[in-house]
């Protein structure tokens, strides 16, 4: 682990933006070239977490030289051309070495001056749960999980102000003045982070996801800047991780599931650099939910397990319930019926327990209906099809309304189940109502179940009301 000491005095001048870099984005989103730039990486063989966050911060200067598995693949990506083309400094003129010196490792890192010091990429590039049979410690110290990022300064930090949902965009940064984060601003963030559950809960990740965007890259900016009282920098660590994992839902709604990966892990880094064990299960929570989804079911159940003991000692049932389907859907996706089938019993019983003063408040989605659609989704992995439809109808009866999304999406998962166990007439009559329910609800998740289900039921459009669902599904409007 490289050293924890960091310069305390502020760089003497602002980052200069790296124009040359962002020419070469050329019309692409920043989201778009991030995507680009993990397609790269895995061309090489290389793993980073490239986000539209991080392509904003090179542009801005903020990252004056990349890491070494950055390097790499921007080399890849633009061949014949060296770090100083693509906009960057030299290696040696931000990491404190001297020409000359033995295998270009700085002489003494402690020397480095205020200008140099956390000008690299300090965010963590690799998978955290994969292991590689080749080791650099000069990546290592680059990345440091984050620990850079929090703890130096920088000429442009500032409290960037949270509209009231805390969607609105940051101003540039020679307009926002530069002072310490106070708990105003904590407010500011924790009502960021229910405004953009209380907005997904209702409409769906689609809409939402590139607006959250900007108040992640506020929070954080938060952070760097530092707050006046401890208390304070306690809130806006927690606020900052809930908010990437706010964000990173968005992104594996929406079917993103490499920029929710980075969110995730950005929000666990966090949890671990702070000692947070509540925002520590909940990273673990969505990280196994996502590699569920992405079909890496044996990463879902360590995920969960961890989980799960991150949130042992915090005293919620209910959390250590749904921790428990979490790893139910790993087991499912396994094809262990009893493995699965043990994990839904423990999810059954810590749920009767009741609710509890320590209860998380992000868990409100989380009551009787969400515990039947965990596991009409864990029997519908399995193929049971029967059972799984006689989960999905109670979880879709038992929704609460305000929950719009979550009642489309038990609602998809009923038609699916119907479809696939034989009930063709009942599976259009549930995706109809599902689709009734996408003129208010953004859900590239939702979508795509339904269109599994018009694959199924294609074969019997002579079927009472079945070619009605299909030409309703096939005139939905392609998302953008």
Do not use: K
């Not at 196994?288 to 159940?301: I, K, T």
């Not at 007439?425 to 208010?440: H, I, K, T, V």
Request: with cysteine; charged share 25%.
């Amino acid at each position: 682990m490289a050293s924890s000491s960091v310069p305390s005095s502020q760089p003497a001048r602002p980052p200069r933006p790296n124009l040359a870099f962002r020419r070469l984005r050329g019309s692409r989103s920043p989201a778009e070239f991030a995507a680009a730039v993990r397609r790269a990486a895995r061309e090489i063989g290389e793993r980073v977490s490239c986000d539209a966050r991080y392509v904003h911060r090179v542009e801005a200067g903020e990252i004056r030289c990349p890491n070494y598995a950055y390097e790499r693949v921007f080399l890849h990506m633009f061949p014949g051309r060296t770090l100083t083309d693509l906009g960057f400094a030299p290696r040696s003129s931000v990491r404190g070495r001297r020409t000359g010196a033995a295998g270009g490792r700085p002489e003494n890192p402690a020397d480095a001056t205020s200008e140099t010091s956390g000008a690299c990429e300090p965010y963590e590039t690799h998978d955290r749960y994969d292991t590689y049979d080749e080791y650099d410690p000069h990546d290592h110290e680059e990345s440091d999980v984050l620990r850079r990022a929090f703890m130096t300064g920088g000429a442009t930090v500032a409290a960037a102000a949270l509209g009231p949902y805390g969607l609105v965009p940051e101003a540039p940064a020679a307009q926002r003045p530069v002072r310490r984060a106070g708990s105003t601003d904590a407010c500011a963030l924790e009502e960021a982070v229910r405004r953009i559950r209380v907005l997904d809960d209702r409409h769906g990740a689609d809409g939402l996801y590139r607006r959250a965007a900007a108040p992640l890259r506020a929070a954080y900016e938060l952070l760097n800047a530092g707050a006046v009282r401890q208390r304070t920098a306690d809130r806006l660590y927690a606020g900052a991780g809930e908010l990437a994992i706010s964000v990173g839902w968005l992104a594996h709604d929406s079917g993103r599931f490499d920029d929710a990966r980075s969110h995730y892990a950005e929000a666990l880094a966090t949890a671990r650099v702070t000692g947070d064990p509540a925002l520590e299960a909940h990273a673990f929570c969505n990280t196994a939910f996502l590699a569920r989804d992405a079909g890496r079911p044996r990463e879902a159940v360590r995920a969960a397990q961890a989980a799960q003991r991150a949130a042992r000692p915090l005293g919620s049932p209910r959390l250590m319930s749904l921790l428990a389907l979490r790893e139910a859907g790993g087991w499912a996706g396994l094809a262990d019926r009893a493995g699965c089938e043990q994990a839904l019993v423990r999810a059954q019983a810590y749920f009767d327990r009741g609710p509890a003063e320590a209860d998380p408040e992000w868990m409100t989605f989380y009551g009787e209906a969400e515990l039947e659609g965990l596991e009409a989704q864990c029997w519908s992995t399995l193929g049971d099809w029967p059972r799984a439809a006689r989960h999905a109808r109670r979880a879709a009866e038992l929704q609460n309304p305000h929950f719009t999304r979550n009642l489309a999406l038990y609602t998809a998962e009923l038609a699916d189940d119907l479809a696939r166990g034989g009930r063709p007439d009942e599976a259009a009559q549930a995706g109809m109502r599902a689709l009734d329910l996408l003129s208010d609800v953004q859900s590239s998740r939702v979508r795509s179940m339904l269109s599994g289900t018009s694959r199924v039921l294609l074969p019997h459009r002579r079927t009472s009301g079945v070619s009605e669902f299909l030409d309703r599904h096939a005139s939905l409007p392609r998302m953008v």
